[in-house]
């Protein structure tokens, strides 16, 4: 399906000690998390939108089991999941409310451009998302009211945020987390999997990474695989996150699907980027996604334009 000859390449050089870092980039839905699957043969490893909605919502490594588990356990993994520290909290949650304060004044104000409300709309509801997760409790999924907390004199005298932040830490150590930050399963088998990862999906925007840990060709040779959720992330922390990791990896995969290909400036800017990133001797670009074309012999007449 895809053609892998100069990742092997690259997997015959990787020196013992130390990880080769592979970063899988490229739009939403392109087809990263189907990509790492098939390069682990193992299906529901990485989370992929195939038969749902979910996607990828935060930064996961794949990497090397340090233990000596014998083969008939390869398919389990130990999962550890890192929360964002108190420094990023803060940061995620004061953006959350400047947006959601921004567009409650908009909304006694007619002087900007529709266009420009209808953004700071979108940044309400994404500031509004994130108060509701950090109040519902886990496992009883009961919501802690929230509204009361986004009086316009609390949000200015630092209330808000300080109430969100106790809330977000609390949210965090439910979710067993020790003074790390990051909480730990271990031997997760792959069918497990959905119901470990929708533990850690309910608290996704502040969560920095997870790493599955796990034993595979490619992983026991030192490769460490990234997963990132689809470029353009909303969170401003997160999203600064990943463009590091991309900065940082050895080997930037991006994938892009046909009919994205033919719209030439998305991808020239995606290029662009990680070239400045890294260089272009560090990138592969992989079209994915071909047998669209070959499954639909109208494939080029719906998707170039002249
Ligand atoms: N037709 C086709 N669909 C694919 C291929 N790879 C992935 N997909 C589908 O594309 C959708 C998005 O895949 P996903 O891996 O979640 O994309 P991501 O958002 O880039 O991680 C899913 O429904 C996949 O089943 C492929 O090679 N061909
Ligand atoms: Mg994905």
């Given at each position: 399906m895809h053609n892998y000859l100069e990742l092997l390449q690259q997997i015959q050089q990787v020196a013992p000690g130390k990880p080769f870092v592979v970063v899988v980039t490229g739009k939403m839905s392109a087809g990263k998390s189907s990509l790492i699957n098939s390069l682990l043969s193992r299906p529901g490893l990485a989370e992929s939108s195939s038969g749902g909605?979910?996607?990828?919502r935060f930064m996961t490594r794949f990497v090397h089991r340090d233990s000596n588990l014998d083969a008939t356990d390869s398919k389990t993994s130990g999962i550890h999941v890192h929360y964002l520290n108190t420094e990023s909290i803060r940061e995620v949650l004061s953006r959350a409310l400047d947006d959601f304060s921004r567009y409650e004044h908009e909304l006694?104000?007619?002087?900007?451009s529709e266009v420009e409300v209808a953004g700071y709309k979108i940044a309400w509801n994404a500031a509004k998302n994130i108060f509701a997760i950090i109040s519902t409790s886990f496992p009883s999924k009961i919501m802690e009211p929230w509204?009361?907390?986004?009086i316009h004199e609390r949000i200015e005298h630092g209330e808000a945020l300080q109430d969100l932040v106790a809330r977000t830490e609390r949210r965090i150590s439910e979710a067993g987390a020790e003074n790390t930050g990051s909480s730990h399963f271990q031997n997760v088998k792959d069918i497990e999997l959905a119901r470990t990862r929708a533990r850690a999906n309910a608290l996704?925007?502040?969560?920095q990474l997870m790493d599955i840990a796990t034993s595979d060709r490619l992983v026991n040779n030192n490769i460490v695989l990234v997963d990132v959720p689809g470029l353009g992330d909303s969170n401003h922390v997160r999203a600064t996150a990943i463009d590091k990791m991309r900065r940082y990896a050895d080997l930037e995969l991006i994938v892009t699907d046909p009919a994205r290909t033919t719209d030439n400036n998305e991808l020239r800017r995606q290029l662009d980027d990680s070239i400045r990133a890294h260089g272009i001797n560090k990138i592969v670009l992989i079209v994915n996604k071909n047998d669209d074309i070959t499954n639909n012999e109208n494939f080029w007449d719906e998707n170039i334009s002249p």
């Open positions: 909605d979910a996607c990828t006694f104000s007619l002087d900007d509204e009361h907390l986004l996704w925007p502040i969560i």
